[in-house]
């Protein structure tokens, strides 16, 4: 059985990169024959076929044009594959794990929080035109067999906006790797020496922030609900943004500078983790935070929001997903009963122990290979 895996980015980080990995060689472990179609290089894969797509790279508009044209193109003239497994946004699957969520869902959370010439730039910026467009025939197209969503959330606002049978949808919440975890779990008891190493206050409460696109994963919400605090809670940001100036200029402003440390993109994350007190994400928009759901299997209280899919698998006593992050005063509560409530690390670890990622990812294979 031959099997098409869609992904029209690789980098060293992704989550959904990462998914497309750990796909193809669950599907070579099975003994399919798995072809990745991309416009990067793919490296990580010796064994597994890889089609390299020629894209238009001036920009990610060009880019997502070029490459649906050209993906469109391919199949309308070759039938040899059994599956079309989409992990993107693209025109021409059999399947497609929306990862990224609903894109309308997400401009209009964006609207509500801009300005009216902003909104206006918004509904006539030509890069979103094109994914709404893309993202119509990719859920509503009559070769669309199943959509997996990470969430209960994005599955909800995909059927809000499109028109797709309920039946085609099926919720696989993201995979942790959980048992990879636990070496870096247990390390945790070594916290003041852990802090040490990275010269950070060995008696601070620490939340930590974990993120890329700081407006989206609401940074400036976190800061803002710090300034509320006494100076032993402070916060660690670990994230890349092009306008990282202006949240370390608000911290500025706020007299935060001291409490707040900036530590860009990190290869490895988990040592933040290890040294952290509890997890703050007030985000705007998150299909499933794979952040979020890290910080839960190495035994972190988490605070976020209710537009973070992740919030579907946070108890009682493993976090707390507020209404609007725009509400400081909402968010610096939550960030208090993190602060005050007696918390059981092995419990909240324990809590996400069904979401390895190796299950996860098996999960998404029986949910593609049953459709055909």
Partial sequence: MKIAILKINFNTYGGSEKYCLL?????LQKGYT???????????????LIHKVPTLRFNKLLQLYSFNKCIYSYFNNNREFDAIISMDKTI?????????????AWLLRKEKLYSWWRKKLLSINPYHKFVLKLEKLGFEGPWVKKIITNSNMVKREILEHYKVDETKIMVIHNGVEWKALEKAFWEKENKYYLRKELELDPDAF?????????????????????????????????????????????????????????????????????VADAFLLPTLYDPFSNASLEALAMGLFVVTTKDNGCSEV????????????????????????????EKDPFK?????AHLDVDEQVKKLVEACLSEI
Avoid at 96 to 103: F, K, N, Q, V
Avoid at 253 to 260: G, V
């Fill in 348 to 352: 909240i670890r324990m809590s996400v």
């Fill in 92 to 104: 021409y699957h059999t399947h497609i794990r929306a990862g990224g969520g609903c894109h309308k």
């Fill in 314 to 341: 946070i108890k009682d006593f493993s976090g707390i997903a507020i209404e609007n992050p725009n509400e400081v005063d909402s968010l610096a509560y939550a960030m208090n009963l993190a602060i005050s409530k």
């Fill in 23 to 27: 796909l193809t060689r669950y599907l």
């Fill in 206 to 274: 620490y939340f930590l922030f974990v993120g890329n696109g700081f407006e989206r994963k609401g940074l400036k919400f976190a800061i803002k609900a710090l300034s509320l605090f006494p100076k032993d809670i402070k916060l660690i940001v670990v994230g890349h943004d092009k306008n990282i100036k202006k949240y370390k200029k608000l911290a500025q402003n706020l007299k935060l500078s001291e409490r707040i440390l900036f530590v860009g993109y990190q290869q490895n994350v988990t040592k933040f983790y290890q």
């Fill in 34 to 48: 798995p072809v990745i179609f991309s416009s990067s290089e793919v490296s990580e894969l010796n064994q597994a």
